[in-house]
């Protein structure tokens, strides 16, 4: 270095360097062009210094490269065919460009021109004057307009679009309105963050108020969309105060309204929404439908089930035949209303009516409640299939658009989709990510729904403390949001955790009062209902309250036939053949494994498993009761319902193993191979049967002699032919320790 600067000028150079590579090779070039003074010992940013090394070296080029070279700066790709035709239009040509390239500040890399650094670039675009800038922006846009007529949204026509802005002066409409329609665009294909950026870069070209107020809204609705709500709220204010016209004021309305649907208390948000409709009714019906819409979805948080289907209705009717995001809020809180209320054809109807534009729209542009309650509905009504493909595509448009304002609430249908096929894991992770981004984004209505699933799963799987906490957190939530409907859910997992600890007078008070409620509500299916039904007649038989059990179940029945929800008919008919006397059991057991098919819930035709296997066990048919409670034992265990999985191990126990048995369990193979062994097989019709090797065979029987403590097969028969009690397995305590084996 020293040889070829200098001493003195190598030693300022590394000083000023600070070890920065690139600031050095800059500044070793920079003191060969005699640019840099060795006595200067400021010490300034290396930012500021490569910029100053760059300026001087700019500086000793002629004006015609530094023109070139400022549009290759202002180019957003570097293209060389679209800068050669920018500069034909300025007069000047890619060969002015040589002497640059001969320094190595810029050189050419396939079809595009690179810059010898940002800052490099950075330096000529800002060494250029502000008609220079101008200049060269307008001709790159200008190739750009001459080269093809492309459709709004494309590449070249957004990067025409941007130019002809950076070119504009204010006022000058024509370069607004382009800008403007690439954030359409944009908008419309989830580039929410650009769309913002374009309407409030259009707006600043703008002089025009009304256009202002539009292009403000634009943004605000983007911001809004992707969660940013205190911006959305600002430039919805800001927008009214360009222009107050009837559009501008009804997209700022149904801004804040959305805004406060995800975070107010329930009844405030209920009687805002309902006064701001009958306002509006007339001027804009498709808002005033939003607005009921909102009111009916918070009724339905706070348990008001007449009110959501009632509002839901006037919504509807407000709306007919409209196609815009009121309309299908109307149909789609209306469909929600006539599930809970049990009119489920009529919910089929609507739901086959809306489904379709809901499905294709834009979700961004729909509000967060229409694309969340949609699936819900989907879900109840027993589509599945149909429910996680909309969910999976909504969910993926969402997440590429940035639109986090939507993804709280949609992740509780996907979390209830989970848990109803038994993916438990998938169900736990979207409920974590739903309240968590429920609290970022303030969204408390959504938070408690959250909470109380996953204290359903928990309460399933066994995790009582969790349980407890989980509702507590649950009432806290409902205090604050008015949401009295979730209390369902919190007394509905707190019910089950009691049922499935062996506490069933405990689960029978709290899945009592749900069943009031319900009861009042008119609601069948609302919040899980069913399965809350099932846990409570079960509660009753394990209180031995038959008397109670058979009258609830006789008052519910008719109504899960009436209608016709195969997961709620499957819960009902499998309550139905608990009741039953035994020579009915049989039947109604089969109509609920039969109503399971159509969409299973592994964990519900686990529950039917094991109570008709209980059934069987008491009517004497070992084989068959064997069969259903290994089925059961199966799906509980896959699914980590560890509580479920003892019950009916120990159902199995009670089949297989001797009178007043306490010794260690077996497995579910050591009791087969103990049934055919006691029933006379030889080992090789037992390797027959089960698929196993002589050797598997002799291992597992001998465990078996060493759990039973006996030493001979021919001892094996007369221990399974004692008398055995009639009696029903009762649910294990949650501390419960497995015993070995």
Not at 256 to 284: C, I, M, P
Not at 555 to 576: D, F, K, N
Request: aromatic letters at 6%; hydrophobic letters at 45%; one cysteine or more.
């Amino acid at each position: 270095l020293a040889e070829r600067v200098g001493a003195r000028a190598a030693e300022h150079i590394h000083r000023a360097a600070q070890g920065n590579p690139l600031a050095l090779l800059e500044l070793v070039n920079a003191a060969e062009a005699g640019l840099l003074d060795p006595d200067d010992d400021v010490v300034v940013p290396s930012g500021s210094r490569l910029a100053g090394a760059f300026a001087a070296r700019l500086r000793r080029l002629p004006a015609p490269c530094a023109r070139a070279l400022m549009v290759v700066a202002a180019s957003f790709t570097g293209q060389v065919a679209e800068v050669a035709g920018a500069m034909r239009l300025l007069g000047i040509s890619e060969f002015d460009l040589d002497l640059a390239r001969i320094e190595s500040l810029i050189w050419q890399d396939g079809d595009r021109w690179q810059m010898r650094h940002p800052v490099f670039r950075s330096v000529v675009y800002q060494a250029a004057s502000s008609d220079e800038r101008r200049a060269a922006h307008q001709a790159l846009a200008d190739h750009l307009a001459g080269i093809g007529d492309y459709a709004p949204g494309s590449i070249v026509a957004d990067q025409r679009a941007w130019h002809t802005a950076a070119a504009a002066l204010p006022g000058d409409e024509a370069a607004a309105a382009l800008l403007a329609a690439t954030a359409d665009a944009g908008r419309a294909r989830g580039a929410l963050a650009a769309a913002r950026r374009a309407y409030l870069r259009a707006r600043q070209i703008s002089v025009q108020p009304q256009m202002q107020a539009l292009w403000t809204i634009g943004a605000a609705e983007c911001a809004q969309v992707s969660g940013d709500v205190e911006a959305a709220l600002a430039l919805a204010a800001e927008a009214i105060g360009y222009a107050a016209t009837r559009d501008v004021a009804g997209a700022a309305n149904r801004l804040r309204h959305q805004v406060t649907l995800a975070r107010g208390n329930a009844d405030q948000v209920q009687e805002l929404f309902e006064s701001d409709a009958e306002a509006l009714k007339d001027d804009d019906p498709d808002l005033a439908a939003s607005f009921l819409a909102a009111a009916a979805t918070t009724a339905a948080a706070a348990n008001r089930l007449c009110d959501t289907v009632r509002l839901g209705e006037h919504a509807m009717g407000l709306t007919s035949g409209g196609v815009g995001a009121g309309a299908s809020a109307a149909r789609t809180i209306y469909t929600y209303g006539l599930i809970a209320a049990n009119r489920t054809q009529e919910a089929r109807t609507v739901l086959t009516e809306y489904f379709p534009a809901v499905r294709e729209a834009d979700p961004w542009r729909l509000s967060f409640d229409t694309v969340g309650v949609t699936g819900m509905n989907l879900i109840w009504l027993g589509m599945n299939a149909e429910a996680g493909a909309y969910l999976t595509r909504t969910e993926r448009r969402l997440r590429t658009a940035g639109a986090e304002e939507h993804l709280p609430l949609l992740l509780i249908p996907r979390a209830l989709l989970a848990l109803r096929t038994g993916r438990w894991n998938d169900a736990y992770e979207a409920v974590e990510e739903s309240r968590r981004l429920g609290s970022e984004l303030g969204q408390w209505q959504v938070a408690p729904l959250a909470v109380a699933l996953a204290a359903r799963l928990a309460a399933a799987r066994g995790l009582f403390p969790l349980v407890r906490d989980l509702a507590a957190t649950t009432e806290h939530l409902i205090e604050d949001t008015g949401a009295a409907g979730y209390q369902d859910l919190a007394d509905t997992a707190t019910g089950a955790a009691h049922l499935a600890a062996g506490h069933p007078h405990q689960a029978i008070l709290l899945l009592g009062r749900v069943r009031e409620r319900l009861w009042a509500s008119g609601a069948i299916e609302h919040n899980l209902f069913m399965p809350t039904f099932g846990d409570y007649i079960e509660a009753l038989l394990q209180a031995g309250d038959h008397d109670a059990a058979r009258l609830g179940v006789a008052a519910e029945l008719p109504r899960a036939e009436a209608g016709g929800l195969s997961a709620t008919l499957a819960v009902a008919y499998r309550c139905r053949a608990q009741v039953a006397a035994t020579a009915d059991a049989d039947r109604w057991f089969e109509l609920a494994l039969t109503a399971h098919a159509p969409s299973p819930d592994p964990f519900e035709l686990a529950r039917t498993r094991l109570a008709y296997g209980r059934t069987l066990r008491e009517a004497g048919a070992v084989e068959e009761a064997t069969r259903q409670l290994e089925q059961a034992v199966q799906i509980f265990t896959a699914l980590g319902a560890e509580p479920w999985s003892d019950l009916a191990d120990t159902e199995l126990d009670l089949l297989t193993l001797p009178p007043h048995w306490d010794g260690p369990r077996l497995t579910t193979q050591e009791r087969r191979i103990l049934r055919l062994a006691a029933d006379g097989a030889t080992d090789e019709q037992i390797c027959e049967t089960l698929g196993i090797t002589p050797r598997n065979v002799d291992h597992d029987l001998q465990r078996v002699y060493d759990k039973l403590g006996v030493s001979r097969r021919s001892q094996l028969a007369p221990l399974l032919k004692q008398e055995r009690p009639r009696k029903t397995a009762q649910p294990a305590a949650p501390a419960r320790t497995r015993r070995s084996g």
